[in-house]
């Protein structure tokens, strides 16, 4: 037998054999890897020391765990972007850096750059992925393009004055139950969990014409789709269980994947009812008959959309897009409202305003129902709500991946392949942009200062800013009108901690700066009672205005 002098390595002769030699070329394999990832790890931790860091808590956690899904965690992130000002470092355990960007100067090569240049980072949103599909949220390239197109015409201003309508019912539904909860005796509410079941209402009415009722008696769907949020905010923050094999082995990821089946098989079934209504009547009797009854929906519009070769949305992409918007729409809209309750609760002043504005709009209206025209005529509001999404924007991050290198205003350069995290939150409590972000820059003039952020209603703004600026002038001026909020803490409460009415068993927080969550930083008070206004029912509660 042919004899293998391996002396050079200290071996001595060996019998040559192919798995030997299988066994050396798969060793040699793996340690050239080793070293071209140790190299290229030592070389992009050479070129990011440019960027300044906050301490670490040590060296293999990092930052990982110093942002938490509370008020210090707001608070914190609002010290970085006092202190680092534009961009800084973070390390999500020892290997995993991410640069954080808290100046729209330097966010603006990012959001500049081409699309294959700087894509969407995937490592947490991929967690979404068999809950919501190629949807929006997820699909990036041509596909979002070509979905994006198609889509528009759901957000037709035209279609959206028909929504209003169901605004307003969700809207009454949430009031009268505050007010029977008033007389029964609650003197705290949440308006997080309040506010989420009447966006998830209307939603469910907007995009699949379904009255589920689900503000007075539980719903299985709503349920799941509650569920599947708090189950993907618990996995952002165990990091061990981030790789899928291990996730679907827990007990949560058997709970994720049953609410994910419910949540399909009801969307599929809707889809698959009114496809075979559409075949039976024709898309232009059908499309006649939904003129007629005014019902056009959000599956209806995904549907009858055709791009310019007559190609239509799968089954399965209308249903990507329709979960999507049911996730996407009901929780950062949720969040917004909340946000908008807390910060006119903080200041009274703004908010006796802003009702003095609804009720003289509504003085010679009847029924007391603000139509899509009135909008127009709630400048103060408008300015209020555009305020309260500077100071508490629901989604506080975004995230982005470098393909190449990414040169920065000050001609630091983003190596290529490092993750980038777009701190909205910090961008709007950032000092270098607001003298004094903290303020609310009252009174308002025709010319909106730099505290305010630009948030028109124009056909040009995305879907999601369109409707959710609609529904917080809809739902603030409905509820203004009819009731005072003030902060838990003004009325001698037990403060940001407690609440009469507890969040739902399960029904978690944010993701870690995914999600600002009002009832983190206090709760707010909506009071119901008597017929006219006068003294509060309790210290805590107050009276309503006359219907």
């Known amino acids: 037998m042919p004899q293998l002098s391996l002396s050079w390595l200290g071996l001595g002769p060996l019998a040559a054999s192919p798995w030997l030699l299988l066994l050396m070329v798969g060793a040699s394999w793996v340690l050239a890897r080793m070293l071209a990832w140790t190299y290229t790890f030592y070389d992009n931790c050479c070129r990011l020391r440019c960027f300044p860091q906050p301490p670490k808590r040590n060296w293999f956690w ?5 942002v938490k899904s509370n008020e210090d965690g707001l608070r914190l992130v609002e010290d970085l972007g006092h202190y680092f000002r534009d961009v800084h470092l973070w390390w999500m355990g020892p290997f995993y850096p991410i640069l954080r960007l808290v100046h729209p100067k330097f966010v603006a090569p990012l959001l500049q750059a081409p699309a294959a240049a700087v894509p969407k980072d995937m490592y947490f949103y991929s967690f979404l992925k068999p809950w919501l599909g190629d949807g929006l949220l997820l699909s990036a390239g041509n596909k979002w393009s070509h979905h994006r197109r198609l889509l528009t015409p759901a957000f037709h201003f035209e279609i959206l004055k028909s929504y209003l309508k169901i605004f307003n019912t969700s809207a009454d539904i949430m009031h009268a139950k505050w007010r029977r909860l008033a ?3 609650s003197a705290h509410l949440d308006m997080f969990e309040h506010i989420s079941l009447m966006t998830l209402d209307s939603l469910q009415k907007c995009v699949f014409s379904f009255n589920s009722n689900c503000q007075e008696n539980p719903s299985e769907y709503i349920a799941a789709i509650l569920e599947l949020s708090a189950l993907v905010t618990k996995r952002h923050q165990q990091i061990f ?6 996730y679907y082995l827990t007990p ?7 609410a994910c089946n419910l949540v399909h098989d009801f969307t599929g079934n809707v889809i698959q009812k009114r496809r075979h209504t559409l075949i039976s009547q024709g898309s232009h009797d059908f499309l006649k008959a939904k003129a007629k009854a005014k019902t056009l929906d959000f599956i209806d519009v995904l549907l009858l959309a055709k791009d310019e070769n007559g190609k239509e949305l799968s089954d399965e992409d209308i249903r990507a897009e329709a979960d999507t918007f049911m996730f996407a729409g009901h929780d950062t809209t949720a969040s917004g409202l909340s946000w908008v309750l807390y910060n006119l609760a903080k200041h009274p002043e703004y908010q006796e305003r802003c009702r003095q504005e609804v009720q003289e709009l509504l003085r010679d209206l009847e029924p007391k129902e603000i139509e899509w025209e009135d909008l127009a005529q709630l400048p103060f509001l408008t300015t209020c709500i555009k305020e309260s999404l500077r100071l508490h924007p629901p989604v506080t991050a975004i995230s982005r991946r470098c393909t190449q290198d990414v040169v920065l205003p000050d001609g630091r350069v983003i190596p290529k392949g490092n993750m980038c995290v777009i701190s909205i939150f ?3 409590h ?6 004094d972000p903290e303020v609310l820059p009252f009174p308002p003039s025709p010319c909106p200062g730099p505290g ?3 948030f028109p209603l124009r056909p040009r703004k995305p879907p999601e ?3 959710s600026c609609l529904y917080s002038l809809l739902g603030r001026a409905q509820e203004l009108h009819r009731a005072d909020v003030r902060h838990d803490r003004d009325e001698g409460g037990p403060g940001a901690h407690a609440a009469a009415l507890p969040r739902p068993a399960g029904r978690g927080g944010a993701a870690q700066e995914a999600r600002a969550d009002p009832a983190r930083r206090g709760r707010t008070l909506a009071a119901g009672g008597a017929a006219e206004r006068g003294p509060a029912m309790t210290p805590r509660l107050l009276a309503w205005d006359p219907p």
């Open 452 to 454: 305010i952020q630009s």
């Open 252 to 258: 949560d990821g058997q709970r994720f994947c049953r």
């Open 183 to 185: 007389l029964e005796g």
């Open 465 to 467: 800013e369109v409707t």
């Open 62 to 66: 990092g930052h990982l765990g110093l």
């Open 426 to 428: 910090g961008i709007h």
């Open 241 to 246: 269980l981030h790789m899928d094999f291990l």
């Open 430 to 435: 950032n000092p270098s942009v607001w003298p």
